[in-house]
């Protein structure tokens, strides 16, 4: 099965799960083995997938096809009354591939105390961030990995169980900091860092308690949406709190340790040669080196597919 399908199939059998508690989502074919399909089916190319509802009730296959044009399924129709049939373009055909970025209309916090979009956001200013220990700071804002106003993309929306939720929404390849303990704290070693699209309910992610701390609280929701804009930020630090939440800085790969310690060059250079004004719109050229470089002696397994392609273009 193609990464692309299977992130849609993922974000739909989150919808479903949200939608009819107990009721899960079911496939009955993906890849066909026994030549059941013209020799054209996309189920030879693992970009196709029949589902029902695990209840297979079929009173809910019409709003079931709906989940999945919603899901970002590109074809979705009633093959027959036992099931639905969803497929998905080709891996090089998506636009909406991206390494890892944020909405330009996500906030973050300022040492001032006020609140900025990403798309305002100018290098040298100052914005909450967390040390590896879980220590709120404020750390220096560098520079965009990746930057372009008037792109659409899609982003998994992820929302808190908190009396006042909050929603952080990443690029399927951004990298979220979770924990299915929530009472282990951040230097505890059992936070670690997951893909969005990963992210799953009951899972704990890290957000401001004030006095320079950070709590857990658990994942009540995660869905898929379109937004405008899509913005990488980098800081000192590698993280920072975006909506209320705290991510990583870095995508595509899945080790944040690993990319704090490989951007280090680049954190060197700003420093030297001061903040990057009129910074272009587009992927920075410094990760588009690392991934050239990381992917002649690095497993593939370790990068996210969808980021890769990205990175290719």
């Known amino acids: 099965m193609t990464q692309r399908c299977k992130d849609k199939l993922n974000s739909l059998a989150i919808s479903v799960m949200n939608l009819w508690p107990g009721v899960k989502l079911r496939v009955t074919e993906g890849w066909d083995e026994d030549g059941h399909h013209s020799d054209e089916s996309l189920h030879y190319e693992g970009r196709a997938v029949d589902i029902t509802t695990s209840d297979r009730d079929r009173t809910k296959y019409a709003m079931l096809a709906?989940?999945?044009?919603?899901?970002?399924?590109?074809?979705?129709?009633?093959?027959?009354?036992?099931?639905?049939?969803?497929?998905?373009?080709?891996e090089h055909s998506v636009a909406a591939k991206t390494g890892g970025?944020?909405?330009?209309?996500?906030?973050?916090?300022?040492?001032?105390?006020?609140?900025?979009?990403?798309?305002?956001?100018?290098?040298?200013?100052?914005?909450?961030?967390?040390?590896?220990?879980?220590?709120?700071?404020?750390?220096?804002?560098?520079?965009?990995?990746d930057k372009d106003p008037l792109a659409r993309k899609l982003f998994y929306t992820?929302?808190?169980?908190?009396?006042?939720?909050?929603?952080?929404?990443?690029?399927?390849?951004?990298?979220?900091?979770?924990?299915?303990?929530?009472?282990?704290?951040?230097?505890?070693?059992?936070?670690?860092?997951?893909?969005?699209?990963?992210?799953q309910l009951g899972q704990c992610v890290l957000v401001p308690r004030g006095q320079g701390e950070l709590r857990s609280v658990r994942i009540n929701s995660v869905g898929?949406?379109?937004?405008?804009?899509?913005?990488?930020?980098?800081?000192r630090q590698g993280t920072v709190v975006v909506?209320?939440?705290?991510?990583?800085?870095?995508?595509t790969f899945d080790k944040h340790a690993v990319a704090q310690w490989a951007f280090a060059p680049l954190r060197l250079l700003y420093s030297l040669i001061g903040p990057s004004g009129g910074q272009g719109n587009g992927l920075h050229w410094y990760p588009r080196l690392l991934y050239r470089l990381g992917t002649l002696f690095l497993d593939s397994k370790h990068?996210?597919?969808?980021?890769?392609?990205?990175?290719e273009r």
């Not at 919603?70 to 036992?82: I, L, N």
């Not at 898929?224 to 800081?235: F, H, M």
């Not at 909506?243 to 995508?251: E, H, I, K, P, T």
């Not at 990068?303 to 990175?311: K, N, R, T, V, W």
Request: aromatic share 10%; charged share 20%; net charge negative.
């Open 66 to 90: 709906r989940l999945a044009v919603e899901a970002g399924f590109d074809w979705v129709y009633y093959e027959s009354k036992a099931h639905v049939h969803c497929s998905v373009k080709s």
């Open 101 to 145: 970025c944020f909405p330009g209309k996500a906030l973050v916090s300022l040492e001032t105390g006020k609140q900025k979009a990403l798309r305002d956001l100018q290098p040298g200013e100052r914005i909450l961030a967390a040390s590896v220990d879980g220590q709120l700071l404020y750390s220096e804002f560098i520079t965009f990995l």
């Open 243 to 251: 909506n209320g939440v705290l991510a990583s800085c870095y995508a």
């Open 224 to 235: 898929v949406q379109e937004d405008l804009g899509v913005y990488a930020p980098l800081t």
């Open 158 to 199: 992820i929302r808190t169980e908190e009396e006042s939720p909050r929603e952080l929404a990443l690029t399927a390849a951004h990298l979220l900091f979770v924990a299915t303990n929530c009472s282990a704290g951040m230097g505890s070693g059992e936070w670690r860092t997951i893909y969005a699209s990963e992210a």
């Open 303 to 311: 990068f996210h597919p969808l980021g890769m392609a990205e990175i």
